[in-house]
């Protein structure tokens, strides 16, 4: 795995893909944010060495590279999950190639379900912290030491400094920030109303994504934070039929506040 990590990092840097300082991973119907990108180079998954490819049709697969408030940015327009038939090793393959093309930051958002009663449809919710119902885990296997240590510690998965200028962005800009826990189960069918039941004792939001990616950066020690456009409330004893459709245009009509939170961040940084 290593080395196709450094081939593909090769064949980026020879494609002009120098030194990009921040990361960005766009969930489902969340890709507008790349209109705020200064764009220098686009590249699709499919002409990427060792890439996995998109198969969700809200991600459109490709990799964006340009500036953002004066930082080099380079940006996933889609992501992989582990219920398109990828393992753990495959979805997280990307955020270990970005990291040693040079990211300093990663920022990430998703689509989700919102599970608190307070969380409403179309507001964004900040995560403060995760549980992992994915049945694997990126780090299995053989350790690279170069890429990090064996046994990573995750007693604080969300950079406090990240989530700290977002939270405060928000604040000053009046955009409606929750924060709370997401947990993060295989899909890609939704839960049912006792499963909603049981996930709602343990965290905030659900979804199918982020988790991996999250573990990964940990390990290599790259701070990272991450927004959930919460799409659907996920009341079990009031549930009604979420449909695809829907969470892509409730996605699409909260990213612009989306959008607004992560420009702010960057042009901090």
């Not at 753990?88 to 930051?105: A, D, W």
């Not at 988790?211 to 659907?232: F, G, R, Y």
């Amino acid at each position: 795995m290593l080395e196709k990590i450094k081939q593909t990092a090769n064949f980026l840097k020879e494609k002009g893909f120098y030194s990009p300082e921040i990361g960005i991973v766009l969930g489902t119907g969340l890709g507008k944010l790349v209109n705020e990108i200064n764009i220098d180079k686009v590249i699709e998954y499919t002409d990427i060495p060792h890439f996995p490819v998109a198969t969700v049709e809200s991600h459109s697969g490709k990799l964006i590279y340009g500036k953002m408030k004066g930082r080099i940015i380079i940006a996933m327009q889609g992501r992989f999950h582990y219920y398109e038939g990828y393992n753990m090793q495959e979805i997280t393959f990307p955020i270990r190639v970005m990291k040693l093309l040079g990211i300093k930051y990663l920022l990430l958002s998703n689509a989700a379900g919102a599970m608190n009663p307070k969380f409403r449809k179309g507001s964004l919710m900040l995560i403060d912290d995760h549980i992992n119902l994915l049945p694997g885990n990126p780090l299995r296997g053989i350790n690279y030491d170069e890429l990090g240590p064996r046994y990573p510690d995750m007693s604080r998965p969300y950079s406090g400094l990240l989530n700290d200028k977002l939270e405060a962005i928000a604040k000053r800009d009046n955009i409606e920030l929750n924060k709370g826990v997401y947990v993060a189960v295989t899909g890609p069918n939704l839960e049912t109303r006792a499963e909603y039941r049981f996930l709602g004792t343990i965290a905030d939001a659900v979804g199918m994504s982020t988790v991996p990616e999250v573990i990964v950066a940990n390990h290599m020690k790259l701070p990272c934070a991450a927004i959930s456009v919460l799409t659907d409330e996920c009341d079990p004893d009031n549930l009604k039929p979420a449909y695809i459709d829907d969470i892509i245009e409730t996605a699409g009509k909260a990213e612009v506040k989306l959008i607004r939170l992560f420009t702010a961040l960057i042009d901090e940084l």
